[in-house]
T-cell receptor
Framework: NAGVTQTPKFRILKIGQSMTLQCTQD?????MYWYRQDPGMGLKLIYY???????DKGEVPNGYNVSRSTTEDFPLRLELAAPSQTSVYFC?????????????FGPGTRLTVL | KQEVTQIPAALSVPEGENLVLNCSFT??????LQWFRQDPGKGLTSLLL?????REQTSGRLNASLDKSSGRSTLYIAASQPGDSATYLC???????????FGAGTTVTVRA
């Protein structure tokens, strides 16, 4: 299993540009999440999904959009990039289970908006 | 709203010393608490997960305790090694929810 994979690893955007961060998991997990991590801060939840076709906002959704057309993929779309979106973005997943709710994380995408 | 705090923000110890990392949370109604390790420029790796009904979990040199009533968890790392240098984050999951609330982490440096 590759686990949770994210592309790209690094990206520099100009203000106003758009891009999609890709996230794929091969563990057949129902739940998927997008977080951002700013320097010296904990992770903040942007969006999450409990299954294909179902998404919901997290703590900091403004400026982002998501879709979940398959169980495996959960792309994050940035429209009109702003310097405040400079951050490290992590995708995570976990199975639907009544037991352990351990989350598995991807390696992250480091985004700089100039 | 659940607030998760980790103090201190940074810690430096000589090799061989035991590490004690603290995590506190404001709402004791949790489903589980998870400890993660993050190496520089990398993603998060789950270390230990404690269910709300458990008091502690152990894995090798790592031991995590949970006291829900006081809103605290402690991660102990015995006989620290330079390879233990990393940032350690704790996160709590509420019952009937799918989302984690994270602390800002404690950055540990183990000096050889």
């Amino acid at each position: 299993n590759a686990g949770v994979t994210q592309t790209p690893k690094f990206r520099i955007l100009k203000i106003g540009q758009s891009m999609t961060l890709q996230c794929t998991q091969d563990m057949n997990h129902n739940y998927m999440y997008w977080y951002r991590q700013d320097p010296g801060m904990g992770l903040k939840l942007i969006y999450y999904s409990v299954g294909a076709g179902i998404t919901d906002k997290g703590e900091v959704p403004n400026g982002y959009n998501v879709s979940r057309s398959t169980t495996e993929d959960f792309p994050l779309r940035l429209e009109l990039a702003a310097p405040s979106q400079t951050s490290v973005y992590f995708c995570a997943s976990r199975p639907w289970t009544s037991g352990s709710h351990e989350q598995f994380f991807g390696p992250g995408t480091r985004l700089t908006v100039l | 709203k659940q607030e998760v705090t980790q103090i201190p923000a940074a810690l430096s110890v000589p090799e061989g010393e035991n590490l004690v990392l603290n995590c506190s949370f404001t709402d004791s109604a949790i489903y589980n608490l998870q400890w993660f390790r993050q190496d520089p420029g990398k993603g998060l790796t789950s270390l230990l997960l404690i269910q709300s009904s458990q008091r502690e979990q152990t894995s090798g040199r790592l031991n995590a305790s949970l006291d829900k009533s006081s809103g605290r968890s402690t991660l102990y790392i015995a006989a620290s090694q330079p390879g233990d240098s990393a940032t350690y984050l704790c996160a709590v999951e509420p019952p009937n929810d799918y989302k984690l609330s994270f602390g800002a982490g404690t950055t540990v440096t183990v000096r050889a």
